[in-house]
């Protein structure tokens, strides 16, 4: 009995050492730059934190989401470790005000943005955009300048208005052609009851990129460590998405309880395809190259969408990816 004890005692004191010597899982609060919802990078981090990615790799997550556009200042105040932007956004405001912020991962092989007709309009092609009222966001698209100069499309011909976020001024006959977010609006448009065109700026020779994650190029400096880890659950995280689709809608759904079950797939699906590139074939997913940022800069300077000249290569890095990755395969754990 003496010797069981013994034993006994030593098995706990041996599992009471190890605990001791497990580290506390490092706290990390990821902002999302919108409300909950399947873009990829939302749903990375909502698998990452279900699937116990996250704290495989130490880390206890904080998952927040943004309101009103505040995930920028946020990050800047040390509140956020991490968020998300668009890539033509990290170079804009790299330009003016010279945020210190670099992304170091790209999830949009293609951009967000895409331009959108119903089908029974006639519009099949953007010489039609001729004679017909075209609606953009906030400013004139890039997108479509670049569209426009490429098919020799008469500008002075489109009448050009500012109309905001809501997809009805299409179904309503305010415009003719809108400005969209290809992962949402064309559905969002479906399922009111038309049928639409698309037109992608990439289909056109127009560099796009689209979601990127970021920080502060302090934190990046500073705690390498804290980004390799956080990217590397996400990256996994992305790799489980695009092989478990309909799992990932319903993590999604755990977090958007009341989002639309075929309209978080849509969005999914949507965004998966526009993640894949022989970049990512070769290199992994989440990949992105000098070449994509620089071809994105000379088209955004080409059009006047950036206030100031800066050097690009500042705007992200690729030295976590490289970290992660070997030979195009994650590393793991």
Same mark, same amino acid.
């Given at each position: 009995?003496?010797?069981i004890?013994?034993?006994?005692l030593? %098995?706990?004191?041996? #599992? ?13 609060? &990821?902002m999302?730059?919108?409300?909950p919802q399947?873009?990829?990078p939302f ?10 990615? &996250? ?6 997550v904080e ?13 800047m ?11 033509p ?5 790299k330009? /003016? ?9 790209l ?19 953007? +010489? ?29 011909? !489109? ?5 905001? &976020?809501?997809p009805?001024?299409? %179904?309503?006959?305010?415009?003719d ?7 949402n ?8 009851? &038309?049928d !639409?065109?698309?037109?992608d ?6 560099? +796009? ?12 400096n500073a /705690? ?12 996994r995280?992305?790799?489980f ?8 809608v319903? #993590? ?8 639309? %079950? ?6 999914l699906? %949507?965004?998966?395809?526009?993640? !894949? ?8 997913l ?11 800069y ?12 800066? /050097? ?11 970290a992660?990755? /070997? ?6 754990p």
């Amino acid at each position: 009995m003496r010797n069981i004890l013994i034993v006994t005692l030593a %098995t706990l004191l041996t #599992i009471a050492a190890l605990a001791c010597s497990q580290p506390e899982p490092e706290s990390v609060v &990821f902002m999302a730059g919108y409300k909950p919802q399947a873009n990829l990078p939302f749903a990375a981090a909502y698998i990452a934190q279900e699937k116990g990615y &996250f704290a495989e790799q130490g880390l206890n997550v904080e998952i927040r989401h943004a309101s009103s556009g505040e995930h920028l200042q946020l990050l800047m105040s040390g509140d956020v470790d991490f968020t998300t932007a668009d890539a033509p956004s990290v170079l804009k405001r790299k330009s /003016d005000p010279g945020l210190p912020i670099v992304a170091f991962a790209l999830f949009g092989q293609r951009g967000q943005q895409g331009f959108l007709a119903l089908k029974d309009s006639g519009i099949a092609s953007p +010489t039609d955009w001729e004679g017909r009222t075209f609606g953009y966001k906030v400013s004139i698209p890039p997108a479509y300048l670049a569209i426009v100069e490429a098919e020799q499309v008469d500008r002075s011909a !489109v009448q050009e208005v500012r109309v905001g &976020f809501d997809p009805r001024v299409l %179904t309503e006959g305010q415009v003719d052609v809108l400005a969209v977010f290809k992962s949402n609006e064309p559905d969002t448009v479906r399922r009111m009851g &038309f049928d !639409v065109t698309l037109w992608d700026p990439a289909d056109y020779g127009v560099p +796009t990129l689209g979601l990127t994650y970021i920080t502060r190029e302090e934190l990046a400096n500073a /705690d390498s460590d804290k980004v390799e880890r956080f990217l590397k659950a996400t990256m996994r995280a992305l790799e489980f998405a695009r092989d478990n689709r309909e799992e990932t809608v319903e #993590i999604v759904l755990k977090y958007a309880p009341e989002e639309n %079950t075929e309209h978080q797939r849509y969005m999914l699906d %949507t965004e998966l395809a526009d993640a !894949v590139s022989p970049l990512t074939d070769a290199r992994g997913l989440g990949q992105m190259s000098p070449e994509q940022w620089q071809a994105l800069y000379d088209h955004l300077t080409a059009h006047e969408a950036l206030p100031k000249p800066f /050097d690009y290569n500042t705007a992200f890095s690729t030295v976590f990816l490289d970290a992660i990755y /070997d030979d195009g395969n994650l590393q793991w754990p």
